[in-house]
């Protein structure tokens, strides 16, 4: 596995972070002992960096898989919040579900443009203030917009950013691959640290998967990727292709062998929250029902968290 410092933050992760959204409820739903020993097995295979969110629920996960582990790992979280009582809540909340002092990176989620993060600034000025005394090491943002990036650009108290990248530029929210790329190169060559997600599109890139893993592992200022992995032969097949390796033709085979897709459960009241919720206007009523347009999901999940009837979920 390599390595890499992410921006000048001095933090150094491996190439392949452990997207842990796929194992928790938003996703495959996996049993706390079957996620948590996925997780395990990847670390035991050399990442060092775990992905998580307040929304994602999957801190009892990673909790669980570093019991008794003794090595450096790098947890990256994210929250909504954008007031100063929010971020607070935010930041106990994965200092104790994860049973860690600090927390290595913590994001605001989803930033849309600098308008946002001056909406959220309460926020960042309570997680700034907690990185004086120690509590967290670096704050960033995530986003699937190149104007996100640039937001970032524009504070340098934010150090780390978390972009939506892809070879088809699936789910950009305000431009395309090669747009962002020069967004990243930008924030890159201003010392942020960067480790993009989406790399096969919410598995929309599953056809093309080793076309699109080496585009954006050659893309310049990238450090890490983020891939949700919810099986051994996952990490397996990713782990050996980070590394330079042939994947094992088992695991490519298992990995091929189980696509992806948004289930709408029939008991579906159409209250539209999902529709309200999906940026990336995936979702949209029908009737009393909701429907997806699947050449826009990007099988992220978060549409089954505002779902008050738990109709939403990805197989």
């Not at 076309?211 to 032969?233: D, H, K, N, R, W």
């Not at 330079?244 to 459960?265: F, N, Y």
């Not at 008991?267 to 999902?274: D, E, I, K």
Request: aromatic share 8%; hydrophobic share 40%; with cysteine.
């Amino acid at each position: 596995m390599e390595y890499r410092q992410l921006g000048q933050t001095g933090i150094e992760v491996s190439r392949l972070c452990f997207g842990a959204l796929t194992i928790g409820p938003l996703q495959a739903n996996l049993p706390l002992d079957r996620g948590a020993a996925v997780l395990r097995y990847a670390l035991e295979l050399g990442v060092n960096f775990i992905d998580t969110a307040q929304l994602y629920r999957t801190y009892p996960y990673i909790r669980q898989a570093l019991r008794g582990w003794d090595k450096p790992v790098v947890i990256a979280s994210k929250t909504y919040a954008y007031t100063r009582e929010g971020a607070a809540a935010a930041l106990e909340e994965a200092r104790r579900e994860l049973d860690r002092d600090v927390i290595d990176i913590f994001l605001l989620h989803e930033q849309e443009s600098i308008h946002t993060v001056r909406g959220h600034w309460e926020a960042v000025e309570y997680l700034l203030q907690a990185r004086e005394k120690g509590l967290i090491r670096e704050v960033g943002l995530s986003t699937h917009r190149i104007a996100g990036v640039e937001a970032a650009l524009a504070f340098p108290e934010l150090t780390v950013i978390h972009p939506l990248y892809n070879l088809a530029g699936i789910g950009i929210g305000d431009g395309d691959a090669a747009a962002m790329a020069e967004a990243i190169a930008r924030a890159a060559a201003a010392g942020k640290g960067i480790y993009s997600m989406k790399p096969l599109a919410g598995g929309n890139l599953l056809s093309r998967r080793e076309e699109a893993l080496q585009f954006v592992l050659s893309t310049p200022g990238i450090a890490a990727v983020a891939i949700g992995m919810q099986s051994e032969a996952e990490v397996e097949y990713n782990l050996a292709f980070f590394s330079g390796q042939t994947p094992p033709h088992e695991a490519a085979a298992r990995i091929s062998s189980q696509p992806r897709r948004l289930h709408i459960e029939d008991w579906c009241q159409g209250c539209g929250r999902c529709v309200e919720r999906c940026q990336q206007q995936a979702l949209y009523l029908q009737g009393e029902k909701v429907e997806v347009d699947r050449n826009k999901c990007l099988l992220c999940g978060y549409c089954s968290a505002v779902c008050p009837d738990f109709c939403l979920k990805i197989f």
